[in-house]
């Protein structure tokens, strides 16, 4: 009985300790932001100025065959390319991904989805313990969020110095020899964006707190050693039981391989380029947006002609895509010819080889087709990715091909995904009822309960 009543106090006291830190950081902000705004008018406003970045686009309805590799994964449900900084935490509030409240006793989704989104995330982590705030609901959080990727994700509060608030992002860079403190602004620049523009997973062992899996280097080869031998998957894939990986925006990695890394132009360079305002005075514009409208301004002073740049960047973007999309077409199959294997009987000892080549080649496939800039960043490294994930995928599918033959299988039935909404209902997501559902929960909490930053363009 004593314990129950303790543990009754001190959950009261904490709720109450959480509602009075938020109200007095809310203060504190509201104050700091004041004063950034007044003392760095061009830097704020041009910051304000992503919220001009309204358009992105479905990736799901661009290319359906993703629907069927992220099957029994709430990335089938809704997937977007990223726009403007403005719409950060808006937008992750509003997919379907995050869904709804759990039910009372369910765990749903960890608070560790905002940790890439708003400076209020280092602020809580700070608050609870890196543990404390993962093992939180995300959308018991949202209440908490009060501010959109802001001057003190990069920078310490109140001036121009390049900071690395987050803590698992300050030891992610240490375990690739390039711990922050030690390294020039310039580089530093670029930590500050692969703070969030990295891969991740968030750690089921201790409360999903998230990490950067660099411990034997940033590559796709040394993150899948790394994976693989802590046997770690994200889920099994409901329809030929591989333990998936998932890669999400590795954007850091590919360009520290590039290169333009190599001569020193970084993410800051192409994405926040120098500008001059009405008095002549330069600036570094925090609108950070696409880099080849701007190609006069940077890239100029290496690329002599324009159109010679976009030419190659076409070719590179086709190349990427012809091949990503040859890998998909692969992956789908091999799915579906193990879910054929399953049905007619076959055993782990059999299929072990084929599914840890789907597990290979889909988790190379992703690490390529997550990052969304690169045949910019590193189209080199894009198509060594997948042209090893259609050796890896097209092996399983020979090995498949022998087990049906054994189980004397003849005929394998593969789904109609033509369309967003096909490739869905081949895996049984009613989108229809997923929106109403969402729409239920963003009228009776987040517009009621949310503070205005998490309906931002809604
Ligand atoms: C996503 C990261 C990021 C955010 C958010 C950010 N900055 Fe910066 N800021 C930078 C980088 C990178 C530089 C360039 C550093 C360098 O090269 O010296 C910079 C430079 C500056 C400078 C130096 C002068 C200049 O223009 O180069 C000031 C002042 C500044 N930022 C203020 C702000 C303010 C105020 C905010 C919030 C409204 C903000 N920054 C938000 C990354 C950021
Ligand atoms: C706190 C996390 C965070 C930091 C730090 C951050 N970003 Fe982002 N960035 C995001 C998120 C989240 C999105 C997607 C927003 C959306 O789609 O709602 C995004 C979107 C973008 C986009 C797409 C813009 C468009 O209109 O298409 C670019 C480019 C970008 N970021 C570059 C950078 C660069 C360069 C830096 C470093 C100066 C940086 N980001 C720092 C989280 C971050
Ligand atoms: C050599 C210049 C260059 C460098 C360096 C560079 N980028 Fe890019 N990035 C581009 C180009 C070009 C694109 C393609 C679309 C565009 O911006 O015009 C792009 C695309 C992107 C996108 C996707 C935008 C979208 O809406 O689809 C993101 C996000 C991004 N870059 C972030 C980064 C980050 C983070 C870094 C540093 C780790 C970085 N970039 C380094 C030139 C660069
Ligand atoms: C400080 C110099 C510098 C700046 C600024 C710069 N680049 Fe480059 N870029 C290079 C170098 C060096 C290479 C490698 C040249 C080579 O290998 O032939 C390169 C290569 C490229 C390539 C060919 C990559 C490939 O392998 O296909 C593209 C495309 C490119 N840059 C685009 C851009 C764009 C777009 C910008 C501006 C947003 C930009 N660069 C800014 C120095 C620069």
Redesign the pocket.
């Known amino acids: 009985m004593e314990i129950h009543f303790k543990t009754v106090i001190s959950s009261k006291i904490k709720v109450y300790l959480i509602g009075s830190l938020a109200m007095a950081t809310f203060t504190a902000l509201a104050a700091s ?1 004041a004063s ?2 007044q ?2 008018p ?3 406003q ?3 100025a992503t919220s001009e970045q309204v358009e992105r686009e479905d990736m799901l309805a661009n290319y359906p065959a993703s629907i069927i590799l992220w099957a029994g994964s709430s990335f089938a449900k809704e997937y977007h390319s990223p726009r403007g ?1 403005q719409f950060a935490v808006a937008d992750v509030a509003h997919t379907l991904r995050t869904g709804v409240a759990p039910e009372p006793g369910e765990k749903g989704l960890s608070a560790s989805c905002w940790t890439c989104k708003t ?1 209020d995330a280092p602020r809580l982590i700070e608050e609870l313990g890196f543990e404390g705030y993962s093992a939180k609901n995300f959308t018991d959080l949202g209440k908490e969020i009060q501010s959109v ?7 310490e509060s109140g ?2 110095k ?1 900071a690395l608030p987050r803590p698992h992002a300050q030891d992610a860079m240490a375990k690739i020899q390039l711990p922050f403190d030690k390294q020039d ?2 580089m ?3 930590q ?2 692969g ?2 523009h990295v891969t991740y997973y968030f750690r089921p062992e201790k409360s999903n707190v998230v990490n950067i899996p660099w411990i034997f280097g940033s590559t796709a080869d040394d993150i899948e050693k790394y994976y693989d031998t802590r046997r770690f998957f994200e889920w099994i894939h409901p329809i030929s039981r591989t333990p998936i990986l998932k890669a999400r925006h590795p954007d850091f990695e590919h360009w520290s391989r590039s290169k333009h890394a190599e001569v020193g132009v ?3 360079t192409c994405h ?1 380029p ?1 500008q001059k305002d009405a008095k002549g005075v ?5 609108k ?1 947006d696409k880099a080849l409208p701007h190609f006069d301004s940077t890239c100029s002073s290496c690329h002599s002609s324009k159109t010679k740049i976009e030419a190659k960047l076409a070719a590179n973007k086709l190349t990427i895509e012809t091949k990503a999309r040859e890998v998909e077409g692969l992956l789908v199959k091999a799915h579906y010819e193990a879910k054929a294997a399953w049905d007619a009987g076959a055993k782990w000892e059999q299929m072990n080889a084929p599914i840890m080549g789907i597990r290979h080649g889909q988790w190379r496939w992703d690490f390529a087709m997550s990052s969304h800039g690169l045949y910019a960043h590193n189209p080199t490294e894009g198509k060594q990715l997948l042209d090893k994930a259609f050796e890896q995928a097209s092996d399983a599918r020979k090995q498949l091909a022998g087990i049906l033959k054994q189980l004397n299988v003849t005929q394998v039935s593969y789904p109609d995904i033509s369309t967003k909404q096909k490739a869905q209902q081949a895996i049984g997501i009613v989108e229809a009822d997923l929106v109403k559902e969402k729409q239920k929960f963003i009228e009776e909490e987040i517009n009621k309960n949310w503070h205005p930053v998490a309906k931002f363009g809604y």
């Open positions: 932001d950034n705004q003392q760095f061009n830097q704020y041009s910051w304000q900084h400076p990727v802001y001057c003190s994700d990069c920078h001036n121009k390049l602004t310039n530093q620049g670029a500050v964006c703070q969030c970084t993410c800051i926040m120098t330069e600036f570094t514009s925090h950070v």
